[in-house]
Every structure is written in structure tokens, then in C-alpha cells.
């Protein structure tokens, strides 16, 4: 599946041994970490085992999530705590069906955050969208355990995909849109001082349904760009 | 979930408390380890993490899978080796709704072997239907991860049973059964000496769709019992 798991800070060498195994096994090729606390190969080939030898070798490190992603076209987080902010309304088998949809077209990153803290708010704005894997009670799920249910259940909905998902901008496009759309609501003083992150999470969990590909992003942006130039003149009318 | 984890002599301790943590996310309180080669409690509890710690500390270990299953009403294997012979024709979402649905009314075994060769024919003669996770090509889970999977997906099931099936014969019930059933067939020549556990396994995967009740087997038991004395009479009219 053209998939890209994506493991943020793992503290655990085992973990992103354990992640590559399960990638393996549902035909996920492309591995990435975030800034790893340890890179101790030998102990991610032990968890690898041979099944998983050829993607922990393939794997690419990366030192910002946003790097991690630039090239891909649609993220997902993953997320165990659900705190009223977080806006995780989504179950995993809720997700998968997407997810498989937009594989056929896109590149699709699953984002799995630390084994202490998970995901942080700033990288859930990453994602377009986010799901939690339903547990018993206030249980939760090692890392490398979320990785491998996630990927049989996406694993399970490609091979039920109906109508595949146009090809969509990337996050590197995507992001370049996000920040003018910024400037223009901070233009306009429609920014709140004091939760940057999570109002433009709204924003993007809201536009990422309209499933915006790169001519449409071009779009955005050279609207962003004309308006803020249009306000610029009215604040300084003598500045041109 | 009244489900009961069987794992038929692991090798490794950490998968052991891998699985109970797995057990503890899904709400599986029962753990049961068959004839393990080592149990080294602080491998084991590192793995359980605090999340599964009770589960782990609460499992029992039994010297063969017959005892292990005794009390249980309904046992479903796992398996990544789909030979001819194995009969395995289900997938784990395929076996996940009967799975829920019996574990309302009977105790429910779900049995994983070993890291190496998985569940043997001896093993699988044990179980009253087989299943297996899809995964791409030649690969295979961890038995650690191929717990968390198949919890996963019984939890999701469970979540939707809609007709909960009957409590049916123990173990221990069907086993006597399925013994006076053999020495029946072999009174009359009707059972191939060469593959025997094989043969069994087909009759016990036959009756296992009829959901035998404790009073049926006890009906089967007695009409077995009667028919072997019929036949020994007629070996040797002379003998009683």
C-alpha cells in the first residue's frame, strides 16, 4: 500500500523495530522517524526480524514532523487521549475507509506520536484528520501495538475501496496555503491571541474535507495574496 | 469480554506481557500460557507495563492445552499456515462476529502458538474453527502482534452482537464425546489409521456448526455407549 507510517520521537529502538515488522506485513514499504532518542540498530533489527529487515533498513529520519510530511498528500494521527481540544470524533475503522481511498492516489502518512505523551497539539495540526483505536476503559495501546492494528485495518479497507479519492495537494502546498490563509485572519484581527494552534486546526480539519488538490490550493493562495496586498494599500494608502 | 488468551508455549516472556497488556486495553481479563519455556516475571511485567500488570499477574500457567481449555465452551485458533491439510478457510474479521457472539453465553478461547511454528495439528484438532489474519505475501505477525489484531477486531465485533449464541458443551464434555465418537468409528474400521488427528479435527469442525448443548453431548455420549456395547456383543455373543 503506497502508505507512509510515520513514528514521532519513539524513545524505544524496539518500537520502530516493532512498527516495521507490522509495515511488512500489510505491504507498507516507506518508514519515517522524527528525531528518535536512540537509533540502536541492532535492537530495531532484533524486533524487525527478517519479515521486517527490509523496511527498518529502508527507513528515513527526519528532524522536524513537518519535514516528515512534505511530500505527503493526506495525514492522519493517531491519538489516545481525548481531551475536549483534541476534536478526535473518529474511531479507527471510521478513518480506515479514507485513508484506503486516498491511497490509491495520494501519499498517505499515519502518524504515531511518543510512547509517554502521543501526539502534541502541534503535531495533531498536522493531520487532516485523527482517530483513536477504542480500548477498555482509560487502557491504552503501546506504540508499536497502535501501529500494527492501524495498518490490518487499513490493510482490511483497501481491499474494499469503491471510488478511489482524486490525487490531493501536497502538505508542503497545503502548507504554504495555511499560513497565508494566517496572515489574511491575522490581517483581519480573526486570529485568537492566546490558541493559534487549535484555531487553525479547525481551519484545516475544515478545508481537508473539501479534499483540495494543487489547482485549487494555487487558487487559495493567489486569492490570500491579493487580498492581503488590497489590505496592505487601505492601511497604507500612500505606501505604494 | 468473558474471553480467555491461550498461549501455547511462547518462547519469549516479553510476548507474553505484550499480550497481557493487550488483553488489559480490550477488557480480556484471562490469561493462560501453556507449558512456556521460560517465565521470567520481570521480563514478562516490563512488557505488561502498568496497563497490564493485573492481567499478567493473574494468568495461569497449565502443563497442556487439553487442561487450559477444559472449562471453556467455544476455541478458535490462530494461524498463519494455510496448508491443505489446516483447513483454514476464514479470516479473522470472518470468525470475530461468531467469536462475540458466543462469548455473551460460554467461555471463549482464543489459542496462539509458538513464535516459530505456530499451533500444531494436535493443537489445532483442539479448536472448533481456525482462522487467519490476512497479511501481504509471505508475511507473518509477531504472536504478540497477532493478539492485539484479533482483540481489536473481537472488541470492534462485540460492540455490534446482535443475537448472542446458546451456552454450549464444555471442553472437557465435548472431549468424552468426541472420544466415545472415535471408539465408535474405530469399532467399525472407519477411521484411517494413518492420519487420525486429522480425521478427528474434520468430525469436530463438522459438529462444532451444530452448537451442541451439555444436554445434546450427554445424548451422543449415551447413544455411543450403547451402540459400542451393541457391537461388542455381536463380536462375541458369548461374552456377556
Redesign the interface.
Known amino acids: 500500500m503506497p502508505i507512509t507510517v510515520v513514528l514521532v520521537e519513539p524513545k524505544y529502538p524496539e518500537n520502530i523495530g ?1 512498527a516495521a ?2 509495515c ?4 507498507v514499504r516507506n518508514l519515517r522517524v522524527v528525531s528518535p532518542r536512540v537509533m540502536d540498530w541492532e535492537r530495531i533489527l532484533t524486533m524487525a ?1 527478517r ?1 521486517g529487515e527490509e523496511v527498518a533498513k529502508d527507513l528515513k529520519v527526519f528532524d522536524s514532523l513537518n519535514d516528515a510530511l512534505s511530500d505527503c498528500n493526506y495525514v492522519v494521527g493517531s491519538t489516545a487521549r481525548l481531551g475536549a481540544h483534541r476534536k478526535v470524533h473518529k474511531t479507527l ?1 471510521e478513518v480506515a475507509c479514507d485513508v484506503a481511498s486516498y491511497s490509491v492516489n495520494n501519499r498517505v502518512a499515519l502518524v504515531f506520536g511518543n510512547e509517554k505523551w502521543g501526539l502534541t497539539n502541534e503535531q495533531l495540526y498536522m493531520c487532516h484528520d485523527v482517530f483513536t ?5 482509560g ?4 506504540v ?2 497502535a501501529v ?2 492501524t495498518l ?2 487499513v ?2 479497507a483497501a ?1 474494499q475501496v469503491a471510488l478511489p479519492k482524486p490525487q490531493v495537494a501536497t502538505v508542503e502546498e497545503q502548507e504554504l496555503m495555511y499560513s497565508k490563509i494566517k496572515q489574511v485572519c491575522e490581517a483581519v484581527d480573526f486570529v485568537p491571541h492566546n490558541n493559534t494552534v487549535l484555531w487553525m486546526t479547525s481551519i484545516k480539519r475544515l478545508l481537508a474535507k473539501t479534499e483540495l488538490t494543487s489547482k485549487e490550493v494555487k487558487i487559495i493562495v493567489g486569492f490570500c495574496r491579493k487580498l492581503l496586498r488590497a489590505l496592505n494599500n487601505l492601511k497604507n494608502p500612500n505606501g505604494h
Open positions: 516493532a515488522r507490522a511488512a506485513n500489510f505491504g526480524t519479515v475503522r483505536i477504542p480500548t477498555e476503559g487502557s491504552s495501546l503501546n508499536a501495538q500494527v492494528v490490518y485495518e490493510y482490511q481491499s
